[in-house]
């Protein structure tokens, strides 16, 4: 467990091309400025998504070896991919957000400016911070399954049209909101109960911030080793809407169409005729194919992120 980091100490900055709106060359000139005074930053340049998890790996064994930190610049799913690589390594962990909705930062105090951010760097207070995991594999932000995989999938596909802005993820939800969605046939347990679902969709959240703006009361919970659950009732598009737009407004916790809850544990299983099928996981807006029971727990060890001190 590292009680401080060393003035010393070596960075190593996996940043990502892909991420957000801006030129990568121009915000790794504004990370090397801002941390020209040490001695070590070397930086991971990923140009494809691919490269991602090994480029993470190499940056951690680095900092093992050197006892270095490691920093993610990038939006969520990159932080979400070195996150899973830092973890088990208990090494000092860095943000500088790069992102559409920079959840994972904005939760800390971590500023949006990548200069600022960078400048947080430089005499850090390593805060331990919760990270969930879905059968081995780390969020930070949420998971879910069902129909906000499909909404970030869609997205996804209009950002590489369109851009990546806000108004672009928000009229792409609407879009996937409107074609139409299956529903999911699920058996639950968590903190000794069970009970059966079927839902559009299931959410599990690890971050605050977001929970707060859903005006979900569980924003709390996820601060003391809890995850948060929401359940969304069997309805249709119109009612989803309806939802959708109480969400924005801070005020999906109250609705009739939701449960919601915190839990220490829960385990998923898919109840139909192939319910060994992998299900279409996204963590931190990144998808996964996991094979059920679905395993969602927060995970033993800390992150020691590096925030303001």
């Not at 060393?6 to 801006?22: C, E, K, R, T, V």
């Not at 979400?80 to 105090?109: C, D, E, K, M, W």
Request: net charge positive; with cysteine.
């Amino acid at each position: 467990m590292p009680l401080r980091l060393d003035d010393d100490a070596p960075f190593y900055i996996i940043l990502n091309a892909a991420s957000g709106s801006g030129d990568a060359l121009t915000a790794r000139s504004q990370i090397a400025n801002v941390l020209a005074g040490r001695k070590r930053c070397e930086f991971l340049l990923v140009e494809a998504p691919e490269q991602l998890p090994a480029l993470a790996r190499r940056a951690v064994d680095l900092a093992v070896r050197n006892n270095g930190a490691v920093v993610a610049a990038g939006g969520d799913g990159t932080i979400n991919a070195v996150a899973q690589a830092v973890l088990p390594t208990a090494r000092p962990f860095g943000i500088v957000p790069q992102g559409t909705f920079n959840y994972s930062s904005r939760a800390h105090s971590i500023p949006t400016e990548t200069a600022a951010a960078a400048r947080v760097l430089l005499r850090p207070r390593l805060k331990p911070v919760q990270a969930g995991l879905v059968n081995g594999r780390v969020f930070l932000v949420n998971a879910s399954l069902g129909l906000y995989p499909e909404i970030l999938q869609d997205r996804e596909r209009l950002k590489q049209v369109y851009g990546r802005r806000r108004i672009v993820a928000t009229l792409s939800a609407l879009l996937t909101l409107a074609r139409g969605h299956g529903r999911l046939a699920l058996e639950i347990e968590h903190d000794g109960e069970r009970e059966s679902a079927r839902t559009p969709t299931l959410f599990i959240g690890n971050n605050p911030l977001q929970l707060d703006q859903l005006g979900l009361p569980e924003a709390e919970d996820v601060q003391h080793r809890r995850l948060a659950a929401v359940i969304v009732r069997p309805v249709g598009s119109l009612m989803l809407f309806w939802l959708a737009a109480r969400g924005a407004f801070g005020r999906l916790g109250d609705a009739d169409n939701v449960r919601n809850f915190s839990f220490s544990r829960m385990t998923v299983h898919s109840v139909r005729k192939d319910g060994r099928r992998a299900l279409k996981v996204a963590t931190d807006g990144e998808i996964v194919w996991l094979k059920p029971p679905l395993r969602f727990e927060v995970a033993p060890q800390p992150l020691y992120l590096m925030v303001s001190p």
